[in-house]
Every structure is written in C-alpha cells, then in structure tokens.
C-alpha cells in the first residue's frame, strides 16, 4: 500500500517558518501584552506613613538610649543669698533599667552637672524585685558628689520598705533598703534639712506631710512597749523606727518658720494638701515632686501625652494635657513639678505603649530669689 509522505521530516519541521508565519503579527497592539496594574495614590501614601512610623520608632528607640536634663528655675521668696542657686537633682521611676554597664550612660549624662542634694521619688526596682540597677545608679551619684545627700522614697512598685515580713532575713527593712543603705542613700522616714544663714530647707515625704502626729504617737508609743515585751529584737527596731518618724515629724512642724522652705516627695502628685500645719499655724509647700506618670510614656508633638493610666482624670486619662502630667504646675504658692522618668516600661500602660518623643530625663531644679 502507498501512503502519501508526510511533510513533517521532524519534530522539528512544524516549527518551521512556513508554517508558523501566520502567527507572526505585522505590529503587536495592546492585546499582545499583558496590561500592567497601576497603584492607587492611596497605596503610594501608605507607604510613606509606612516609612516615617518605622523611621519614627527607629530614631526613639535610639534616642532612649541615653539620658536628658531638664532645667527648672524656681524663685522662692525671701530666699537667703547663700541659698541662692541651690540646685537639686530629681530622679524618678528607673524600673530597673540600665543605661549602659554601670549605668555609665547616666554618669556621662551628670559628669559635668553640680547639684546640692539628690531626691529620688520611687519605683526604682524592675518589676520582678531586681534593685541593681538602682545601687548602680546610687555609686554613680557617689563617685561624682561624694559628700551629696541622697534621699529616696518608695514607689506603687517598688516592696515596702519596712516589715515584719523582713524578720527573718535578719531586718525588718527591705533587702533592697539595706542596699540603698549601705550605698549613702537616706530612707526618707523622718524630716531632713539643709540650714544656711538661719534658713532651713526641708525635704519630707507627703505621708509627714500630713499625718497626725497627735493621734498616731500614742499608738506607735504602745506598740513598742509591746515590742519590748516580747523581747524580739526586730519588732522593737520597726517599732523604733516608726515612732521616731512621728516624733520627728512633731519636731520638724514645731519648728518650722516663716522663712523656712518645704519640698515634699511623693510618688504620686496629691493637689489636695498644699499646707503642713503645725498648731494654729499653716506653712505653706514650696515644691512637690513626683513622677508615676512617666509624662504619658507616649506622647504626640505639641499635644502631650496621649495616654495616662487613672480614673481619677477626665476620659479615664485620655489626653489628660500637660498640666501635672510634664511641666511644672502652680497653685497658689506650691509649685508641682513632675520627672518624665527613666523607665521605658510600665505595667500600667498598655502593652503597646512605648517612650514616643518622650526621651528619659532628670530633672535640675535651681532655687533662686525672688521679691516677688
């Protein structure tokens, strides 16, 4: 049988120009590429915000790593002239958090920085208990201004300072007080002061401020004579300790003057108490110092803080402004001033939270005189 050939000798022959030359166009139109996707200007300026949060979080995260100063000029009237530029150094809120080895970042930070004496308002510890990082920052403060007094108070977060708790360990104070101690720094208990030309500054914490002494005194004066009846050693220390804090605090208001200037620390701010009163006379508070806050953790440029965490503001704390929260703040002759802090974390922000053009800070408080 004969079979017509075929014309394909290959594989290769169908491929061949003859017969693939219909396939071929002249000119390609739209059709023969696939048409491209274009974006909306929407998306362009996503990625913009995009790259400036990311830009933003990057430089914070960079500029969180050291420590700034804020100056704060206070003019006290019929200050004495060897009083005059008295300068404090406020510090609040570390959290446990370091600043290079041994806080070396906070040394460079005050290296060049002269200042009277130290007032430390709590929440120095991190939040599992962890006081190194604070006892660094106590040697940094002795090596640069040996002879510097250094009074502290304890924070919401920080474990009590003083307790029967502690009897076993040998003390009734804290591991981490015992610490501080041992570093030159002063549990604030009982009302201290720096005298010049018949003047006294006073630094007391707000519990001196306004206890009752009359009332507490015979309360505190029984419950050492029960200490003493039982013969342990650590309840009669507490006990001590604690009656003496009211005693000296009857002291301190009986001899207070006119002339006298008050600074009270507190954790907290408090716009309630704004006198100490001593008999039938009322001194006034000069200054209060606190910090809690951490001036918002997150804050937006010419706003303020977008965020604090407590139901006794407006919105529960949201945009509560600067007034108590950063800058300083008057009411009538008591000036409260706030520390932004040092710690970066709080567990009473959210978990989101974050220091957002909100640098850690100390603050330099220099007392001036003023006719006014």
């Known amino acids: 049988m004969n079979r017509r050939p075929s014309k394909s000798r290959s594989e290769y022959d169908a491929f061949s120009a003859e017969r693939v030359r219909h396939f071929f166009a002249s000119s390609p139109d739209s059709r023969f590429f696939e048409e491209r996707r274009r974006h909306s200007p929407l998306f362009f300026v996503l990625v913009v915000l995009l790259f400036i949060l990311a830009l933003t979080i990057l430089s914070n995260l960079l500029i969180n790593q050291f420590v700034f100063i804020r100056r704060t000029n206070v003019p006290v009237t019929g200050l004495a002239e060897s009083l005059d530029g008295f300068s404090i150094l406020h510090i609040s809120d570390l959290k446990g958090a370091r600043f290079g080895k041994d806080q070396r970042i906070l040394r460079s930070a005050l290296a060049k920085e002269s ?35 250094v009074y502290f108070i304890a924070g919401d977060s920080d474990p009590e300072p003083a307790s029967m708790a502690y009897a076993p360990g040998g003390s009734p104070f804290a591991p981490w007080v015992l610490g501080a101690r041992q570093r030159q720094a002063t549990l604030l208990n009982s009302p201290q002061y720096i005298e010049e030309e018949d003047q006294k500054i006073w630094f007391l914490s707000l519990t001196q401020a306004t206890l009752d002494v009359n009332q507490l005194r015979w309360q505190y004066e029984e419950k050492l004579y029960a200490a003493r009846a039982s013969g342990d050693e650590n309840a009669i220390e507490l006990a001590e300790f604690q009656l003496q804090s009211i005693n000296d605090t009857a002291q301190m208001r009986a001899s207070l003057t006119e002339k006298d200037v008050t600074i009270v620390l507190t954790h907290a701010p408090n716009t309630e108490v704004l006198n100490i009163t001593s008999g039938a006379k009322s001194y006034p508070i000069h200054l209060i110092l606190y910090g809690h806050f951490l001036g918002g953790l997150t804050r937006l440029p010419w706003i303020g803080p977008v965020f604090v965490p407590t139901e006794t503001l407006p919105r529960y704390g949201l945009f509560p402004g600067k007034q108590f929260m950063d800058r300083p703040t008057q009411i009538g002759k008591t000036r409260f001033i706030p520390s ?7 567990s009473n922000y959210p978990f989101f939270f974050m220091r957002l053009f909100n640098p850690p800070t100390v603050d330099l408080i220099t007392l001036s005189t003023s006719s006014i």
Do not use: K, W
């Open 340 to 346: 932004r802090g040092l710690g970066s974390t709080d």
């Open 115 to 149: 200042f009277d004496v130290v007032l430390i308002t709590g929440d120095m510890l991190s939040d599992l208990g962890n006081a190194e990082p604070f006892y660094e920052l106590l040697d940094v403060l002795h090596e640069l201004q040996p002879d510097v007094p």
